[in-house]
């Protein structure tokens, strides 16, 4: 079957009256979003393009922005990065305070709240306008010079953003974060705000599909080795308590957001993103992992 009938099969066997769970509310901007949105965009390693639904429509990426600001912080760090955070899956829910208090205020990983949380202050340490930066990435790599901010997201959130206040006094208090927790909670909400696409995203995401490297233009931006670690952290960290179920049923390193979307990738094969803002109760997109285990079942290509 082409790679369109398969989409356009995964379209018309899911719907969003088939599951039960609920749009986020505890960021007030994103309780608006309308839940029956539902699009993918899969983009091949052979140029192959192909989409269904809602594909092009910008939404929030909430977490997904963790895989641009570590892809940042490592071109930045290098190997000293790991003493900052840790690289073990959590089996903790996103927003978990519990497991710094036994170390030291290191988290984890780079993926839970806590670790974006430690490599915004080492953006904020190590850039002069980390906001102008990463924004700068994420619109060449997804060659979409009109994506950006969602100030009324960014500052929503930070109404109600109590949890990541507290994890970063916590870590502060543990000598685990060095500038100023407001500046560091601004930058956080901001990159949680980004507004993309499934397209936008399927194409930033293509450089941990082709090593490195754009596939329109060749430029380098990343080293092999540091996309081999990134889709690592993605297989075994990006959807936090859920991590092992998305690789039982789907079989790819993804990163989730609580806006809906879900991006994934195949090394040499395609990277694909998703969006439906129906979230499970650990914060992952229902419909969009029901859509990915389906592309992957029907396609033949998970990494496994
Ligand atoms: N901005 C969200 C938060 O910090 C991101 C969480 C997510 O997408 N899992 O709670």
Known sequence: MSYQKILNTIEQDLSYKDVYGEVASYIPELAKIDPKKFGMFLYCVNKGKFEFGDSREKFSIQSISKVFTLSLAMKLLGEDLWERVHVEPSGDPFNSLTQLEY???????????????????????????????????????????????????????????????????????????KNDVETIVDFYFHQCSLSMSCEDLAKAFMIFANQGKMLETGEKILTPKKVKR???????????????????????????????????????????????????????????????????????????
């Open 103 to 177: 170390e030291n205020g290191i988290p984890r990983n780079p993926f839970i709240n806590s670790g974006a949380l430690v490599i915004a202050d080492i953006l904020v340490s190590n850039l002069k306008d980390p906001k102008a930066d990463l924004l700068e990435l994420v619109r060449k790599i997804s060659g979409n010079p009109n994506i950006d901010y969602d100030t009324t997201v960014a500052t929503s959130e930070k109404s109600t953003g109590y949890r990541n206040y507290a994890l970063v006094y916590y870590m502060k208090a543990l000598g685990n974060i």
């Open 230 to 304: 990134i889709n690592s952290l993605m297989q075994t960290c990006g959807f936090y308590d859920e991590a092992g179920e998305f690789s039982f049923e789907v079989g790819l390193p993804g990163k989730s957001g609580v806006g809906g979307g879900i991006v994934a990738i195949h090394p040499e094969q395609y990277s694909v993103a998703v969006w439906s803002p129906i979230l499970n109760k650990k914060g992952n997109s229902e419909l969009g992992m029901a859509a990915l285990e389906k592309l992957t079942t029907m396609t033949g290509l998970s990494i496994f």
